[in-house]
């Protein structure tokens, strides 16, 4: 597809001048194709979703850093392979034959705190070696295409994303003046999974954050440890896998009561954001 083609279902502002981490032109800010609506999606308006589309990403810090992604990674998965699951011999859910996968290291201005970098295995230092980009336009177009090649509407799902994942990547978008479309939604597995395991007594019930971790859970349904932790892809990986086990319950906790991503918050703004002076 060349360059100036326009793509489908996009919902999205032209990212032509968005070259680096700098705020995009009011102008392009504002240049979403022509009919896309404008407004909150309300909570009862919020479209059953075809592809869930599960994302990681991997930061400089924690929230109150205002951290920059330096890895983010999703895989898009229909809604009918989670409806139909494949197995292995031991009755197992494993990952769907048919899925589409999107994985990117970028080198954020922001450095990493000593403690992201000792999770991740990231630092701005390997980044800049391996000559990455940071987040910036071509990033988003990437994104773009990677999501308008999905049968809409989308709900990205990610593990406590609600509280980071979710408003670090509205943070991120926002500054470069992109946005997502506007019948996408948001599931958060965290949420979720507590909410299910409170309502049906689930599993084994756990205090805290630390039963619920990919780690914890992954243990908990496949008694064993999930490889590549603390990488974008093998979070993902990890996560899906989650899902998979409570396909049934999960989709139906998304169907009612996935957020609209117009209600997601940016994590912080950046500090030319019109926003800021009123």
């Given at each position: ?9 996009s ?16 102008t ?13 999606i ?5 479209p ?13 810090g924690?929230?109150?850093?205002d ?6 990674s ?22 769907p034959?048919v ?31 391996c ?5 910036d336009?071509?990033?988003?177009r ?6 308008s090649r ?10 406590n ?9 509205c943070?991120?978008?926002r ?8 019948d ?13 395991d ?15 971790s ?6 908990r ?14 979070d ?43």
């Open positions: 597809m060349g360059a100036g083609s326009p793509l489908p279902r919902g999205w502002p032209r990212m032509d001048d968005c070259g680096s981490r700098s705020r995009c032109s009011p392009l800010c504002s240049s979403l194709r022509p009919g896309y609506p404008r407004g909150n309300t909570m009862s308006e919020t059953r979703a075809e592809t869930f589309v599960f994302l990681d990403l991997e930061a400089t924690l929230p109150s850093m951290p920059e992604i330096a890895e983010l999703l895989f898009a998965v229909h809604r009918s392979s989670l409806e139909n699951l494949e197995r292995d011999e031991s009755g197992a859910p494993v990952l034959r899925l589409d996968k999107l994985t990117l290291c970028m080198c954020p201005e922001r450095p990493f705190t000593a403690k992201a970098s000792e999770i991740t295995g990231l630092s701005s230092e390997g980044l800049a070696r000559r990455k980009a940071g987040f336009g071509a990033v988003v990437m994104l773009q295409a990677f999501l999905q049968a809409g509407p989308i709900c990205l799902v990610a593990h994303g609600f509280d980071y994942d979710f408003p670090l990547l943070a991120e978008l500054r470069l003046g992109a946005r997502l479309p506007r996408t939604v948001c599931l958060d597995t965290l949420l979720a999974l507590r909410g299910l409170r309502a049906h007594s689930h599993g084994t019930r756990a205090r805290g954050r630390q039963g619920y990919l780690g914890s859970l992954f243990h349904y496949f008694q064993a440890e999930p490889s590549a932790a603390h990488s974008a892809e093998g993902v990986h990890t996560l899906l896998l989650i899902f998979l086990h409570r396909a049934a319950e999960l989709l139906a906790w998304a169907d009612e009561q996935a957020r609209g991503w117009a209600h997601i918050e940016p994590m912080y703004l950046p500090p030319d954001d019109p926003s800021l002076e009123s």
